[in-house]
C-alpha cells in the first residue's frame, strides 16, 4: 500500500515539475517579503497558491506536449509517454490543481491576485506552449510567465500593483529566462528540431548563440544592478552581494566568448545562471531583515 502511494505521488510530482513550481514559489515569497517588510503568516496562502496553480499549469502542460515529448530522449520517459498515465487523467488533475490554486489565491490576495496567477497560466498553456510549435524565439514572449509570481506576492503583501518597483522586480525575473532556455537549445537543440519544434539553432550558430546567450545575461546583471536604484533592496550586505553576484555571472559566460572555436558544455553555464538567480531570490528575501 505505501509502495503504491509513494508511486502515485511521485508521479504527481513529475507532473508538476516540482523544482520548477518550488522555485516558481519562492519568487512569491520574495516579492510577498519586499512588498510587506516583515515575515507573517500572511505569506503562506499565496505562495501555496502559486505553487499549486503552478503545479496544476505545469500538468496542464503534459497533456499539451504529450504528443512530442515521445520523440524525444529527454522527455520519452515523462508520466504519459511512457504509459504510466493516461491524458484525460493528467487533463482532470490539471484542472483540480489550477482550480485549487486560484481559489486560494483569490482568498489570500483577492481577485487581483487570483487575476494575475490566472495570466500565468493562459499566458503559459495558452500562448506560449502553442507558440513554441511555431517560432524559434517564443522564449522570448513566453518568459512573461516568470515575471507574474513575484508581482503576485507584491501585491499580496499590500503594494499596488504598478508601483515601479514591482515592475522593475518582473523585468528581472523577465529577463533571465531567456539566456536560460537558449543554453538548453545548444545541448538539446536537435531533438527538438527532431521532435518538430523549431529552434535556434537552425536560426544561428553555435558562436552567434554563445554571443547572443552572454548579451541576454550581461542585460540581466545590469538589471540585477538596478533593483537597489529602483529602491527594492537596502540592506548594504545585500547590495554587496547583487554587485559580487552581477560581476561572477558575467564574468563565467564571458567564458562563452573567450572560448570562441572550442567546445563548451552547456549544462555548466545553464546551471551558473541558476544559481545566480537562487543567490538573487535568497538576496531580495532576506533584505527586509537586515535593514
Known sequence: MLKIISEHLKLLAELSKVRITFAVMLTTLAGYLLAKGSLDAGIILPALGIFVLACGSSALNHYQDSDRDGLMARTARRPIPSGRISRNTVLYIAIALSITGSAMLYISSGFEGMQLGLLALIWYNGIYTPMKRRSAFAVIPGSVIGAIPPVVGWVAGGSPLLDPRALMLAFFFFI????????????????????????????YNEQQIRVLTFVWVLATAITALLLPLYGLVHSRYIVIAIIAGAVWITAVFAGLLVRSGNSINPFYYFMRINYFVLLMIVSLSLDPFLQ
Open 176 to 203: 533571465w529566462q531567456v539566456p536560460h532556455f537558449w543554453l538548453l537549445m545548444l545541448k538539446y537543440g536537435e531533438e527538438y528540431v527532431k521532435a518538430g519544434y523549431p529552434s535556434i539553432t537552425q536560426k
